[in-house]
């Protein structure tokens, strides 16, 4: 059985978890709080018919404490959230250095245009292949996302992304990387009909030479253009 | 529908409205968000639409036969009004003089609306069609502007032939004495409605004619 | 299915004056109460086929590559026959996901929640006769009618049933090229419409009824909390259902008459094109405060429930009156929630997250206030109380899982995982079904004038608590491994190759927990004609539905009660022959103002 | 029945006909304006149409005349009709 969350590569993806534990954490204590409360009380106060129940409409201090408890993690936790996601979401954070690719979704498959050795997008060394991401390892990436058809969702599980790709919408990027080599996939999470299950693209994280050398030899077979 | 249940009827509280009013105001509260859900996304596709795609509703739509028809629903909302005040003040004469007026002013503006949705379809301008005539050439626009267009007017005028229906039924009521000696909570309730109507068709005016 | 209704014993005066036939009296009543037993029977039906769907569902997850059990038996359209077996089609379980969430919240949770309760309830507990407009209550029910029909129906029209998910995401909602659903998108949109007119219809006379209908004496601060919350969550249906029905229609009108309103076209940016995220923005304008339309009535049962079992007045009621009407207020502002990841503007995200965190609060309070109720009291266990405790332990579970998808980044990773199938199906069904299955233990007795068996009951009960608990728990743990919601077979992922024995335990405890409905479904239909007829006061409750004969006769009172206590009066130090004061009774016993402490 | 539109004399309905019709026609003639700036008419508009919203409901539908509770009830879908239009259509600026 595998219950928890998969390795993490990514350098947000460190946040994300740490966030998401953090959360479980805090949720835990709220949780053993409430569910120990419960049992604790369905035993001590199981019913008999000697005992009259203490009468009382309640505890304004009481209520004002499990009020205000809550209200400042609330605060704590949104502000952080906010923080993080600010760092990964806004655009004028995108780093300048980024690798830049262009993914298009549609039913049901991925086709990426890869910028090509001058690394721009929109030259005439670009070069498109379907279902397989390759990049380098350790540098920043950037993913415009279209769709073609339908939305759907750019998802890789160990490097903690994912965006919906909209159909109509050309404004879409995301920013991430992957500190080690890696091979992973790219599922589609969001229902984009009969073949959404299985609309699944391989990612290879390559180490920077070995990158050069997969586009040596794509552009070496699709003729170089 | 008052009289059926009145037997059980406890006596009336809460706001010191009778109840069929709140009942009004509080439908009329989701007619709001219904058209507020129109009109929103008019709004929204208008404003996401690019550059010149959007045209001039001078360039589509025949404005002065919808103003008249707006003057038409407005006489229509005092005729309704003058019916109420008829009906409070037991004046049987005016309460049938006015439904009447209402209901062939309603049904008037409805014949104008066919009227106009006939010309424009015969222009090519329908809910998946958008044509523009500029300087004597066809020009495509976006078909949103129809789509919107009749979506947004075409609820409207449905809303306007469930009144007339109503106020058809009102104004027979009245010629067989149903809404004499001061009986006029039933032409409040469908004022309420009718005024409603013609409230919305005061927004829809504006926004997608004039702007 | 409404010929099952027992025959209530006393009938009133007024309604032997008016002999009324069959047709009248059962089928095209006016009266709250039978309305009320008409949409019990309805959604209780259909809380069936949504778990036989969901049964179905989980089959083909347990075991994506093997035939199904039984699949024989199903058409051509929704399997392909080979010779080992029959083998689920992709479209099919599309279908089946998308039937089953909708199935589950517009035909069995929601009517069940509002279209049972507040019509059986509101009355009775404001002490009016009926509801301010008998017959379009009627209509309410009847326009719920065809809604039943069309989605039983899209199942078999060529094409097969909608398949877009519950959340009918444009364009794929609104290209049928692209589904391959033709027909079956479009009845279940026109069902849509249908519930939508029903509910809105429902909330209009929900409303009025507790503004104005009141009985004398009976403030608004003494309206029991199950009022509160139906009167809230009526006011949420009535201005969320329009927007859905206004969003159904031009999505209808995208399939059928050629407009363009969520459907772009192909070129990225073209002119012509309409919004998918228009559908988004406007779904969930209307579907957060849908989920809250089903939550808010079940927390108003708990909180009277907890009340009653555990002999105390409800703690902090004035309390949960504000957490109630705050959750409904904060449920307007934070439907972004569902589209962190939709390619939204990355700057609403932050707004939303900190929206939707803050409703921990009045979250919060209402807990720890039904924690509070249930401290120092006398606990009676019985089937309805066990409920209600099971409610605010579960609700609890999924309450908390939401905290972990408001925090936006985390969200990236967990959303559209089961992670959120997790935490739908803890506060849907550990909070709404524990808490409807509470209200039918409780109400039971009121309506058909029988007890329910307290021993099946009690069965029933552990059963669905342990059972709920190892269907749904385990989902967190497949949501966090990575597993997507809505696919048909995971089997070709590697991130997920340690799912399989999991999945297969839950699905087994499904089976079980589909078959512990019918040990319910036995009780239910055993005690309507079987079941040991009921006191007035079985549960020795103070709001005033409990002071008539079980059933109530035509109309409720002979004469409209009046009021002189808070809702819920139990183990008052004056009162010393019982351990309730009935709200309207002696005068004579003073209680504080509700709320006061 | 409240203390309001019964036994008051009534608005004047017929002067309030006259305030819409003569918006009405103004409406129309802003739209010729050509001197004026595209946001001053639409703005001009709006006020225009929402001043005879308003008349329409204060006076015809007797808002003017009920007591504050009901007109809480007729207020009530405003705020969220706001939030709704406004927030979505942040998406687009
Ligand atoms: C009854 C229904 C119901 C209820 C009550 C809720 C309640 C909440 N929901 Fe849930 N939600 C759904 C039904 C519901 N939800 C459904 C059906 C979906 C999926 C739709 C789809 O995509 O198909 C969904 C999806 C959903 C998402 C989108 C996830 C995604 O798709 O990525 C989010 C994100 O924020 C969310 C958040 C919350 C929050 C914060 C609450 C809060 O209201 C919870 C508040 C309660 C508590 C927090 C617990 C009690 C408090 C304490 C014990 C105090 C201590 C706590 C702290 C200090 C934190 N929900
Ligand atoms: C209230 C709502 C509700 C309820 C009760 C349930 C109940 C169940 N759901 Fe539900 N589910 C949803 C609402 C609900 N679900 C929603 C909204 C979605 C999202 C859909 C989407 O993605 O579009 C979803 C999605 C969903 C998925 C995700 C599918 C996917 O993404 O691929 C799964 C998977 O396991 C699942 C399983 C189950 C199971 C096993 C049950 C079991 O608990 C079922 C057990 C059976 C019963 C509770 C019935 C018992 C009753 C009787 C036998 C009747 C008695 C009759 C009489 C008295 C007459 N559900
Ligand atoms: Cu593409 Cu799911
Ligand atoms: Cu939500």
């Known amino acids: 059985m595998d219950w928890s969350l998969p390795p993490n590569f990514s350098t947000h993806g460190d946040v994300i978890d740490q966030l998401f534990w953090i959360i479980l954490g805090l949720t835990g204590l709220a949780f053993v ?4 409360g419960i ?10 018919p000697s005992r009259r129940a203490h009468y009382t409409h309640g505890s304004n201090r009481l209520e004002v404490v499990w009020t205000v408890i809550p209200a400042v993690i609330i605060v704590v936790l949104g502000g952080y959230s906010a923080m993080v996601w600010d760092d990964i979401k806004n655009e004028n954070k995108f780093p300048e250095d980024a690798l830049e690719f262009t993914v298009i979704g549609k039913q049901f498959e991925w086709n990426v245009v890869y910028p090509g050795v001058d690394e721009v997008l929109g030259t005439s060394d670009d070069f498109e292949v379907r279902n397989q991401f390759h990049f380098p390892a350790g540098e920043n990436v950037i993913v415009n996302l279209r769709s073609e058809d339908v939305i759907h969702s750019f998802f890789i599980p160990e490097l903690r992304v994912k965006q919906d790709a909209v159909p109509g919408m050309d404004n879409i990027r995301i920013w991430f990387d992957s500190r080690e080599p890696g091979q992973f996939e790219i599922a589609c999470a969001e229902l984009c009909g009969l073949g959404h299950y299985r609309m699944e693209a391989s990612v290879t994280a390559h180490a920077r030479a070995d990158f050069d050398a997969w586009q040596a030899s794509q552009v070496a077979e699709n003729g170089g253009e | 529908m008052a009289h059926a249940a009145a037997v059980n009827r406890p006596p009336e509280r809460g706001l010191d409205v009778y109840t069929q009013k709140v009942g009004m105001w509080v439908f009329l509260c989701s007619e709001v968000m219904f058209f507020a859900g129109l009109i929103g996304s008019y709004i929204v596709l208008r404003f996401g639409a690019l550059e010149n795609t ?39 004469q005016g309460i049938k003089k006015w439904l009447l007026a209402t209901t062939l002013i309603g049904a008037g503006f409805l014949g104008v609306q066919v009227y106009e949705y006939n010309e424009l379809i015969n222009h090519h301008f329908t809910p998946s069609n958008c044509v523009v005539v500029r300087n004597g050439v066809e020009e495509t626009c976006s078909i949103l502007y129809g789509s919107t267009f009749y979506t947004m007017t075409g609820f409207h005028g449905f809303h306007v032939l469930l009144g007339v229906i109503c106020l058809g039924w009102a104004t027979i009521r009245a010629y067989r004495g149903h809404w004499s000696g001061g009986n006029s909570r039933g032409i409040e309730i469908l004022g309420l409605y009718w005024h409603f109507v013609d409230l919305v068709w005061i927004i829809l005016f504006t926004i997608v004619y004039l702007i | 299915m409404a010929t099952a209704i027992a025959e209530p014993t006393g009938r009133a005066v007024i309604e032997e004056a008016h002999p009324q036939s069959f047709l009248r009296k059962y089928l095209f009543s006016t009266d709250h109460k039978v309305i009320a037993a008409q949409f019990l029977f309805y959604t209780l039906f259909f809380l069936m086929i949504g778990g036989l769907l969901a049964v179905l569902m989980r089959q083909q997850i347990a075991w994506p ?52 309760w507040a019509n059986f309830l509101i009355p009775l507990q404001l002490g009016a006769h009926d509801m301010a407009f008998p017959r379009l209550n009627m209509l309410s029910f009847w326009t719920m009618v065809p809604a039943g029909i069309l989605t039983l129906a899209s199942f078999f029209v060529v094409g097969g049933a909608a398949g877009a998910g519950w959340t009918l995401y444009a364009p794929l909602s609104a290209r049928p090229d692209l589904t391959g659903v033709e027909m079956g998108q479009i009845l279940w949109l026109i069902a849509l419409v249908f519930v939508g007119l029903s509910s809105i219809l429902g909330s209009v006379n929900y409303i009025t009824t507790v503004i104005n209908m009141r009985a004398p004496g009976m403030t608004w601060f003494r309206m029991p909390l199950t009022v509160w919350a139906l009167f809230i969550t009526a006011i949420l249906g009535l201005l969320a259902m329009p927007v859905l029905s206004a969003a159904g229609i031009m999505l209808i009108f995208d399939q059928t008459i050629g407009t363009s309103f969520f459907i772009p076209s192909n070129a990225a940016g073209d002119a012509l094109s309409g919004q998918p995220l228009l559908w988004q923005h406007l779904f969930w304008f ?15 049962f708990t909180s009277e429930i907890l009340a009653v079992g555990s002999r105390k007045p409800v703690f902090g009621y004035k309390a949960m009156v504000w957490a109630l009407i705050s959750i409904a207020f904060l449920g307007f502002i934070v439907w972004g929630h569902h589209m962190f990841q939709s390619g939204m503007n990355p700057a609403l995200g932050l707004a939303f997250t900190v929206s939707t965190l803050f409703i921990a609060v009045p979250s919060a309070i209402k807990t720890f206030n039904w924690m509070g109720t249930m401290w120092r009291g006398n606990l009676q266990l019985h089937s309805a109380m066990l409920f209600a405790v099971g409610f605010v332990a579960m609700f609890a579970i999924g309450g908390l899982s939401g905290v972990f998808m408001a925090s ?21 069904f550990g909070g ?8 039918i233990y409780f109400w039971f007795p009121k309506m058909f004038g029988r007890m329910m068996n307290e021993t099946l009951g009690k069965i029933h009960f552990w059963l669905t608590l342990v059972l709920f608990n190892v269907v749904f728990f385990p989902m967190h743990g497949v949501g966090m491994a990575g597993m997507m919601r809505r696919i048909y077979d995971w089997t070709g992922y590697q991130h997920l190759e340690g799912i399989g024995a999991t999945n297969q335990i839950i699905t087994i405890a499904a089976v079980g927990l589909f078959a512990s409905g019918f040990l319910f479904a036995f009780n239910f239909f055993w005690s309507i004609w079987k079941g040991e007829k009921a006191p007035d006061n079985p549960w020795g409750a103070s709001t005033l539905e409990w002071s008539v004969p079980s059933p109530p006769k035509h109309g409720n009172w002979s004469e409209i009660p009046v009021v002189y206590h808070g809702p819920h009066e139990y183990s008052h130090p004056d009162v010393t022959d019982k351990d309730w004061l009935g709200q309207n009774e002696r005068p004579d016993v003073v209680t504080p103002a509700a709320g006061s402490h | 029945m409240t203390a309001g539109a019964g036994e008051h004399s009534h608005p004047r309905y017929m002067l309030i006909w006259l305030y819409l019709a003569l918006l009405t026609a103004a409406e129309v003639g802003v739209i010729y304006l050509d001197f004026l700036e595209k946001w001053m008419i639409v703005t001009s508009l709006l006020i225009m149409a929402s ?43």
Not at chain 1, 33 to 36: A, K, N, P, Q, S
């Open chain 1, 39 to 48: 049992i604790w009380f369905l035993v001590r106060y199981r019913g008999t």
């Open chain 2, 54 to 92: 959007w045209p001039e509703p001078a360039e589509v739509l025949a404005v002065n036969i919808t103003a008249f028809n707006t003057f038409l629903l407005i006489c229509s909302s005092v005729t309704m009004v003058k019916a109420f005040a008829a009906a409070q003040a037991h004046d049987d």
């Open chain 3, 408 to 428: 936006t980044p985390v969200d990236i990773y967990i959303h559209d995982t089961y992670f959120i199938v997790a935490h739908i199906h803890y506060v849907l």
């Open chain 4, 51 to 93: 001043w005879k919203a308003l008349l329409v409901a204060l006076y015809y539908m007797h808002l003017k005349f009920e007591p504050n509770r009901l007109r809480l009830v007729a207020l009530a879908p405003l705020p969220a009709v706001a939030i709704m239009i406004v927030i979505i259509m942040m998406e687009y600026v």
């Open chain 1, 33 to 36: 709080l409430v569910e120990g």
């Open chain 3, 65 to 116: 590559t093997e035939p199904l059990t039984l699949g024989g038996i199903l058409p051509e359209t929704m399997v392909a026959k080979a010779t080992d077996g029959a083998y689920m089609l992709p479209e099919f379980y599309n279908a089946l996901v998308t039937m089953h969430g909708s199935v589950m919240v517009f035909l069995a949770i929601m009517p069940m929640l509002v279209g049972v």
């Open chain 3, 432 to 439: 709404s079904l524990f808490a409807l299955f509470g209200a």
């Open chain 3, 286 to 300: 209307f579907g957060h405060p849908e989920v809250y339309i089903l939550i808010l009535p079940a927390m108003g």
